[in-house]
């Protein structure tokens, strides 16, 4: 059974700034693509930002530049840095990652359950 556990989640002021860790576990053959969605209050859930297993990161373009995506594949765990944050940056963090389970030559795509933050103005 493959799992993603986000962590990292909380209050922020206005300007601070938190990061995200989302760390993947069970039978895992490999993992492609990991990234970060985010899903507002009353709307839909968005992409945030995407990385490959080189490392090549993909950005919403309304985030670039406050935000950094990274990963570790020895630990199969990818990361959210988010400076300067904003009010309209509060939303449930999720993480996705497309991954090759044991015993499968399928990819599959996976989600976490989500980790909420909280930017206070």
């Known amino acids: 059974q493959v799992q993603l556990v986000e962590s990292g989640g909380g209050l922020v002021q206005a300007g601070g700034s938190l990061r995200l860790s989302c760390a993947a576990s069970g039978s895992i053959t490999s993992i492609n693509v990991m990234g970060w969605y985010r899903q507002a209050p009353g709307k839909q859930r968005e992409l945030v930002a995407l990385i490959n297993r080189s490392g090549q990161p993909v950005y919403a373009d309304s985030l670039k530049g406050r935000f950094t995506i990274s990963r570790d594949n020895a630990k199969n765990t990818v990361y959210l840095q988010m400076n300067s944050l904003k009010y309209e940056d509060t939303a449930v963090y999720y993480c996705?990652?497309?991954?090759?389970?044991?015993?499968?030559?399928?990819?599959?795509?996976?989600w976490g359950k989500g980790t909420l933050v909280t930017v206070s103005s």
């Open positions: 996705n990652a497309d991954i090759v389970p044991n015993n499968s030559d399928r990819v599959m795509d996976y």
